[in-house]
């Protein structure tokens, strides 16, 4: 797409579903280097109002493109690749926030950073979240924490929710459920354990595939161990996403694949509650 039509696709969306590619093709290799590098310009698939499950109160998200996942289950595809998403300018992304800042924290609520994977632009995220905490706004990332070594202590810091996506706890289901290895994931975890920084955990419950009894119960006992995190939420798989595998030519291996029962959501629930964590 070029420049003159990608200018014109908003920046709001109505939800992460809506299907975006090719918004940043026009941003010369050199140019995403360098913004990769010093977080000048970000790539975002949009951003969206009035979200109740990315983190306490009310939130603003802003879902960033490029993840080195490539989760069998994703619902966002499309977000996999840095240049499918809007060239924002870090300036712009501020402004953005800044535009409902003071709902942001009358309603109890704050800004959060997703994707995608956001830390696969972390000087981006970085830059933007001292710009969101020094409005005094609530901040959260939801990360598979893969790339949680580009943070420094004091840049964790200032994040004063992570909300991580666990994909398994076993190196061999993460390689099954993700094509890669879950061993930075831990490390970062026992890293924001270590500066007791607030953490919650997400598990996607997929039939046949994540509902393992013995790799929640693994999952559920790390959590545990970890001493800071808050709430577990189970989520249940859906096929919300499963238009955009097709669209994007990927071939989708739960095409067949039914949701959870609530009898296998309140099975896995209850591990994670008997494990004494707080889960839903
Ligand atoms: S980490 Fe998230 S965005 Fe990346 S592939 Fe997995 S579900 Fe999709």
Redesign the pocket.
Known sequence: MDAETAAKVRLEAKSPYEMRVHLGDHVPDMDVKSALKSGDLGFLHSFTTGSTVDGPGIRLVAWTTA?????R?????D??TLKNGIPVPLERAIEEVRKYANGLKAMNGGFTLS???PLMQDRFAVRLFAAVKAMGVHTAIET?G?YGHNLTDDEIRSIDLVIL?M?AFTREQHEAV?GLHNEDVLEFCNRLAALKRPMWLRY?LVPGLTDIPEEMEAVASFGASLGVVERVEILPFHQLGQYKWERLGLEYSLAATDPPTNEGVAKAVAIFRDAGLRAD
Request: overall charge neutral; hydrophobic content about 20%.
């Open positions: 993840c080195m996942f490539r989760c289950y994703c619902h966002n595809p977000t996999w994707g995608g994977e598979n893969y996506d994909k993700t996607v």
